[in-house]
Every structure is written in C-alpha cells, then in structure tokens.
C-alpha cells in the first residue's frame, strides 16, 4: 500500500480508502443483453439457486454469491460476463448507438467491447483492436462466447492505427481503456503494486498520450472519446487528457453517472490543469465498495 | 472460376453460386437455405449480416461494415464448416441464433444438459426425427435454449461442444 501515500493529500478520508484497498473484492458480473434479457438473466441465476444484488447505478451490473462465477448455467450461455463492477462504466459513459462505427482502441480481453456491441444491440461496427497477440484469443473467445457479431478484430499499436483497411475513414466514438499502473486493482490483485516505480508510471503515460492522440484523430467532428484508466496516478489520467487538449481538437465533456464519485483534478505536483478537468470522474474504492477508476469524456471539436 | 481460397483473408460469400469466382466456395444463398431446411431458421434472420470465408470451408457471420477482401484477426463469429459432405454449425452460433431453430432441435432433461455442455456422448433412445447435426437444448426459466451443437448417430448424442466451452455444471 505504500505507493498509495502520494495520494493522502487528495483523497478525503485517506484512511478509509487505504482500508478499502485491503479489503478483496467479490465476484461482479454484467448480463449480456445480446443473449437474453435482464429478467430472464436474473430468473436463470435465481433457478440457479445464486443470490445476487442489483447495483443501484445500473441493473445489468451485479454483485454475485458464488466461489465459481463461470460454473452457471447464465454463464455457459453466455447471459452473463465475469466483469468488475467500475469496468462497466467506461462503455455507458461512450453511449454507443447503433449502426455506429466504435473503435475499442485497447479492447483485449472484450469485456467492455461486448459490453459496446450490447449497447447497440449488436448493430452497427465494433472495431475491436489489441497489440498484444496473446490476448486477442482470449478476446476472440469471449465476443463468440457472448454472441457478439458485430466485432472486427484487428491486432495493432492502436498509436499509428491506420483505417485503410475499412470502407470507412473516422469513427463515431472511440474508447481508450488505456494500459496502465493498475493501482485500483488492488482488491482484485494483491500484488498490483509489487512492481510500482515513478519511472513506470512515466513510461506508460508517454504511451497512453500517443493512444489518446490517435484515437480523437480518428474520430469524426462531434464525436465522442471517452478515456479511462484503472489507476489513480494522476500523470496517467488528468496529464493524459491535458496533453490531449493541448495537441488535438476536443474539449472535456460533462456525462451523468449513477456511481458516486470525486471530480478530476487541476493540480498535481507542480502541474495544472484545465478548469474543465473537474468533469471528469475519479471513483474511489471507499465511496461504492468498488475498484478504482478514471474516466473522462471528450467531444472532438474539428 | 481457377482462384483458390486465401486462408489469410477474409472474403465475401457471393450472394448466388453463379457469382462465385472461387472454387468450391459456398454462396450466401446456400448458407441461408441450410439453415432454414436443416433448422427451420427463417432466411430473414439473417437479413443485416453478411457470411465470410477464411480458412477453406470455414465460414463467418458478421453485423458490421467491411470491404471484401479484409486481412484482420476476426469479424464476428464462426458459424459454420462446409468442408465436409454434412455441414456443421459451431456452437457459439447455435447459441446466438438457435433460438429460431424449429427443426433438429433436441430437447435434453437437466442430467441430459448437463452431461451435453460437460461434453459428453450420451444414449438417447427418444429421437425420432433425423440423424447428423442437431441443436441441443433445454429448458432456462421458461422457454428452451439452445446449449449448443451435437451430432446424432445410431441412439447416440455426441456433444460436439468444444472443450474450451465445455463445463461443469
């Protein structure tokens, strides 16, 4: 937990979130409406015999009773997705349509690309792309196991990401779910912060920013961007985004959200940031008992 | 017609066998008609996807846009094997779109699922329509659903769930 001390001094009630921290995590899963409905998901969980809990923010999340969560039969028929509770949040803040054209610019292992392609009734183009070759079966697996036949699966540095392949040349919305530090995994990984250092932070924000980058290039004029993180280090979050408005057209834009959550930042060390910033969310472990996240939601201006 | 299949690319079933310029590939047409005489699917299920070939015989459904030919890892789902004389849906597909099934569907009581999705051979005496490819199903809090694909032979229901998908129950 020790990492975690640089952020004592903007956090309210520091100590609870640190107790959060240690605190592990339950099993959380996201009914896929590509495959059944929310009743008939919950009713299959109930025959089941499996006690779960609705999260108040949105029903297809929710908390689940069991050792086994892939064990179901919700879970054989693909009616429900192991997927944390905050790693749902970055696809409604998106608010895909459908027969839009999405990029998931970091998509493996497709948790939030199906959950994208279940936003638009699995209607439309989810670009699903990942670099890491390893990981697009596991990306793969899911989207047939979910019944997701929207997907296009590409295996590239999403950093120089070139559209010459599609019969289209912008999209309607990207999401950047970033690589990053993972701090607010912790509950889920006990040993997320074994190999914390400032310098991986640094490299890996160099990387996000170039992500971020191409992701609003490749967006149309009046498109949505959202970006998100699982991390609290603000040099991988609000610098991310700074960067971004400081290099590409696009501006910080306000989203409702039923979790609760703390605004973004406009100071960090010695940086600032833009006032708008503070429309981003921040969600701690301690205020909804769940993992960390960041998000923040960006129009594409020209 | 003398172009073979890329097992590198992604391509477009042609709409009709008429339109094919490759040799021994399916159409969209044929793909269609078998899932609705083999399975009673109704052809207009189908209607915003398109069907891919990569890999000979192996054939892909999917919702999106895309230029034919595409060299990328996937668009949507595998649906189907026509490599061999009996076509086989893949189960990941039975379990999408079997719902529309009314034919060559089996329905399987809870020990008959559960030993089905854990992949296993079973004696079924009971079925009486055709043998080869069938959807094996079973009732989920009210209505049947398709659990995936098996192959019917001499009494015998062979689960072809594949072992990646297969589970304990």
Redesign the interface.
């Known amino acids: 937990m020790e990492p975690l001390e640089r952020y004592r001094p903007i956090i309210d009630d520091f100590d609870a979130f640190l107790e959060a921290c240690e605190r592990p995590l339950g099993n959380a899963v996201r009914i896929n409406t590509?495959?059944t409905s929310v009743e008939?998901a919950l009713?299959?969980l109930?025959?089941d015999g499996l006690e779960y809990e609705q999260a108040d923010w949105n029903p297809r999340v929710l908390r689940l009773e069991t050792d086994s969560p892939?064990?179901?039969?919700s879970?054989?028929?693909?009616f429900t997705h192991g997927q944390e509770e905050v790693s749902a949040v970055p696809p409604i803040v998106l608010d895909p349509q459908s027969g839009e054209?999405v990029w998931d610019c970091c998509a493996a292992p497709g948790g939030k690309a199906t959950q994208i392609a279940a936003l638009m009734d699995?209607?439309?183009?989810?670009v699903a792309n990942d670099n890491n070759l390893g990981r697009?079966s596991a990306l793969?697996?899911n989207?047939?196991?979910l019944?997701?036949?929207?997907?296009?699966?590409?295996?590239d540095d999403a950093r120089n990401y070139s559209l010459n392949?599609?019969?289209?040349d912008e999209f309607d919305r990207a999401l950047v779910d970033a690589p990053c530090s993972c701090e607010g995994t912790i509950r889920k990984n006990p040993d997320a912060l074994d190999n914390w250092s400032e310098g991986h932070i640094s490299s890996v924000a160099g990387i996000q920013k170039g992500i971020l980058r191409r992701a609003i290039q490749a967006t149309r004029e009046g498109g949505t961007v959202v970006y998100s993180t699982c991390t609290f280090a603000p040099e991988e979050n609000e610098a991310v985004v700074q960067h971004a408005l400081e290099n590409e057209p696009c501006r910080v834009v306000d989203f409702d959200l039923g979790l609760e959550y703390d605004p973004g930042l406009t100071e960090w060390d010695d940086e600032t940031y833009d006032s708008t910033l503070e429309r981003a969310a921040r969600i701690y472990p301690h205020r909804n008992d769940t993992g960390g996240f960041f998000v923040a939601k960006l129009e594409v201006t020209a | 017609m003398g172009e073979q299949n890329d097992g590198q690319r992604f391509d477009r079933l042609p709409a009709t066998p008429d339109e094919r310029s490759v040799e021994g590939r399916v159409s969209r047409e044929a793909v269609v008609d078998y899932f609705d005489d083999r399975f009673g699917i109704p052809p207009a299920t189908f209607d915003?996807?398109t069907f891919w070939e990569k890999g000979a015989g192996k054939i892909w459904?999917?919702?999106?846009?895309?230029?034919t030919p595409?060299?990328?890892?996937?668009?949507?789902?595998?649906c189907l094997r026509t490599r061999q004389e009996h076509w086989k849906p893949?189960t990941?597909f039975v379990?999408?779109f079997g719902r529309h099934a009314t034919d060559c569907v089996i329905e399987l009581e809870r020990e008959e699922a559960r030993a089905f999705?854990a992949g296993e051979d079973q004696e079924i005496e009971r079925w009486e329509g055709d043998w080869g490819y069938l959807i094996g199903a079973h009732d989920?809090?009210?209505?049947v659903?398709p659990?995936g694909i098996g192959l019917y032979v001499h009494g015998e229901l062979r689960s072809m769930v594949p072992k990646?998908?297969q589970?304990?129950?």
């Open positions: 590509i495959k008939r009713a299959t109930e025959e892939g064990s179901t039969w879970s054989f028929h693909g054209r699995d209607e439309g183009t989810v697009i793969r697996f989207a047939e196991r019944g997701a036949t929207s997907l296009a699966v590409t295996n392949r599609f019969s289209f | 915003d996807h459904i999917y919702a999106g846009e895309a230029p595409l060299e990328i890892e996937a668009i949507g789902m595998t893949t990941d379990q999408r999705a989920v809090a009210g209505d659903e659990l990646g998908r589970r304990e129950l």
